[in-house]
């Protein structure tokens, strides 16, 4: 009987999730030499520096295999998403839904016609553009809290943003057919794939969520289980997701609006999850970075370049035009548009979705999205900061205050006046 291993080396998940932490600490830590670039940045440069496009130290296998862990890394992401949005809030704030609905509109149509003008196809435009909706949320977490924002136009920002991502899912659901179409695929996938992905999910999310309120309420003298019973059931729900073939992006989503919206009492929903978070955030960044192919990214410079000013005009005009036609002062409505600019999860989970499920548009997709977001993720923290001074907001700065970007605890994230 062989004791020793054979050769080449069978490496496992465990292993491939230590190397993208290590790239990334190591990306993390330069950045912190130039203050104004944000580690997201720097996770990103390592990951495509050690990535099968430049030295190859983590091959396209080893990045198939460490999937699993992304999943989990954006599962945890969008369930800390969906626990800003409180639909009974919604319900009593139309306008807030009615200006996110239009901005979404006008962002899509901006990148849409901008990468059709680039000759990029129909198809590929759209999905383009359904991501350029998203927004991120952990830059303006992490920016309010360095500077200690609290007031309106924070909580108002914090809202939109959330809404930016569900709409980005349901634009992107929208274009399912035609994507499943484009691949030949059976007329009974054409058309019932899309909403069974996306009611399913739905479901799930709706029974796993009120499972995990009833555990919650029966161990709630037992604080210290909460938070094995969230990323249990964060992690039931994407195990689900998986074997029924639904979004495991939406399921986890659905997951944090239900318990968001069903808790009377803090149980769950303020659950702070710690600086372990990170660890997830940082492999997301790592992975995303070693996906780029920077050959493409060169040769889709001029998309990348239409789809950042595009998105950004529209963000940025569209809220400032509606907020403003809704009362709110010029300033204040300037600023707002400005905090929904920065993108990052969501963006990077549907590209992901789209390499997997339809490989004919995951090159030109990839290539402007990604390299979009290390812009966006570049420029993005320091014009919410500056925005945030301009809100009019109440600012206290803690000079000892050091969160990581991706620290998104559901009880900053509702800071503020409530609707």
Same mark, same amino acid.
């Given at each position: #009987?062989e004791f020793l291993p054979t050769l080449p080396l069978a490496y496992n998940t465990l292993f491939f999730f230590g190397v993208l932490l290590l790239c990334g600490v190591i990306g993390g830590y330069l950045t912190h030499r130039w203050?104004?670039?944000?580690? @997201?940045?720097?996770?990103?440069? =390592?990951?495509?520096?050690?990535?099968?496009?430049?030295?190859?130290?983590?091959?396209?296998?080893?990045?198939?295999?460490?999937? +699993?862990? +992304?999943?989990?890394?954006?599962?945890?992401?969008?369930?800390?998403?969906?626990?800003?949005?409180?639909?009974?809030?919604? *319900?009593?704030?139309?306008? &807030?839904?009615?200006?996110?609905?239009?901005?979404?509109?006008?962002?899509?149509?901006?990148?849409?016609? /901008?990468?059709?003008?680039?000759?990029?196809?129909?198809?590929?435009?759209?999905? @383009?553009?359904?991501?350029?909706?998203?927004?991120?949320?952990? *830059?303006? @977490?992490? =920016?309010?809290? $360095? =500077?200690?924002?609290?007031?309106?136009?924070?909580?108002?920002?914090?809202?939109?943003?959330? &809404?930016?991502?569900?709409?980005?899912?349901?634009?992107?659901?929208?274009?399912?057919?035609?994507?499943?179409?484009?691949?030949?695929?059976?007329?009974?996938?054409?058309?019932?794939?899309?909403?069974?992905?996306?009611?399913?999910?739905?479901?799930?999310?709706?029974? *796993?969520? !009120?499972?995990?309120?009833?555990?919650?309420?029966?161990?709630?003298?037992?604080?210290?289980?909460?938070?094995?019973?969230?990323?249990?059931?964060?992690?039931?729900?994407?195990?689900?997701?998986?074997?029924?073939?639904?979004?495991?992006? !939406?399921?986890?989503?659905?997951?944090?609006?239900? *318990?968001?919206? %069903?808790?009377?009492?803090?149980?769950?929903?303020?659950?702070?999850? /710690?600086?372990?978070?990170?660890?997830?955030? %940082?492999?997301?960044?790592?992975?995303?970075?070693?996906?780029?192919?920077?050959?493409?990214?060169?040769?889709?410079?001029?998309?990348?370049?239409?789809?950042?000013?595009?998105? !950004?005009?529209?963000?940025?005009?569209?809220?400032?035009? %509606?907020?403003?036609?809704?009362?709110?002062?010029?300033?204040?409505?300037?600023?707002?548009?400005?905090?929904?600019?920065? #993108?990052?999860? &969501?963006? @990077?989970?549907?590209?992901?979705?789209?390499?997997?499920?339809?490989?004919?548009?995951?090159?030109?997709?990839?290539?402007?999205?990604?390299?979009?977001?290390?812009?966006?993720?570049? +420029?993005?923290?320091?014009?919410?900061?500056?925005?945030?001074?301009?809100?009019?907001?109440?600012?206290?700065?803690?000079?000892?205050?050091?969160?990581?970007?991706? $620290?998104?605890?559901?009880?900053?994230?509702?800071?503020?006046?409530?609707?």
């Amino acid at each position: #009987m062989e004791f020793l291993p054979t050769l080449p080396l069978a490496y496992n998940t465990l292993f491939f999730f230590g190397v993208l932490l290590l790239c990334g600490v190591i990306g993390g830590y330069l950045t912190h030499r130039w203050p104004w670039l944000p580690s @997201i940045t720097g996770f990103m440069i =390592v990951g495509l520096l050690a990535g099968p496009n430049v030295f190859n130290l983590v091959g396209a296998e080893t990045l198939a295999q460490s999937r +699993i862990i +992304i999943d989990v890394a954006l599962g945890l992401i969008l369930y800390r998403l969906g626990l800003t949005l409180d639909m009974k809030q919604l *319900v009593r704030d139309r306008p &807030l839904v009615l200006a996110s609905l239009a901005e979404s509109a006008l962002t899509f149509v901006t990148v849409y016609l /901008g990468m059709v003008m680039l000759d990029l196809g129909t198809l590929t435009a759209a999905v @383009i553009a359904a991501l350029a909706v998203s927004s991120s949320p952990a *830059v303006l @977490i992490h =920016v309010a809290h $360095e =500077v200690g924002a609290k007031g309106p136009v924070t909580e108002r920002a914090k809202r939109l943003v959330a &809404l930016n991502n569900v709409f980005a899912f349901l634009i992107f659901s929208a274009l399912l057919p035609l994507l499943y179409r484009e691949a030949n695929a059976p007329l009974s996938t054409v058309l019932g794939g899309p909403a069974y992905s996306l009611l399913g999910s739905v479901v799930v999310g709706l029974i *796993v969520g !009120f499972v995990l309120h009833r555990a919650a309420k029966l161990t709630q003298a037992a604080h210290q289980y909460q938070l094995a019973l969230v990323i249990g059931a964060v992690s039931l729900t994407l195990g689900l997701a998986m074997a029924l073939k639904l979004s495991v992006l !939406f399921a986890p989503l659905v997951l944090g609006v239900v *318990v968001r919206s %069903i808790e009377h009492e803090d149980l769950l929903a303020n659950l702070e999850f /710690g600086p372990g978070f990170e660890l997830f955030f %940082i492999a997301l960044f790592v992975y995303a970075g070693a996906n780029m192919h920077l050959a493409s990214v060169m040769d889709y410079a001029p998309a990348v370049a239409v789809f950042v000013l595009g998105r !950004f005009i529209a963000k940025w005009l569209g809220i400032t035009l %509606i907020a403003r036609q809704q009362g709110m002062q010029l300033q204040q409505a300037s600023a707002l548009g400005l905090l929904l600019i920065p #993108m990052a999860g &969501l963006a @990077i989970g549907l590209v992901n979705t789209t390499a997997t499920m339809f490989p004919q548009q995951s090159l030109a997709v990839g290539s402007v999205v990604l390299a979009a977001v290390a812009v966006l993720e570049t +420029i993005g923290p320091p014009i919410a900061a500056k925005a945030l001074r301009w809100s009019g907001d109440e600012l206290s700065p803690d000079p000892n205050y050091e969160v990581p970007i991706a $620290e998104l605890t559901p009880a900053q994230a509702n800071d503020g006046p409530k609707a």
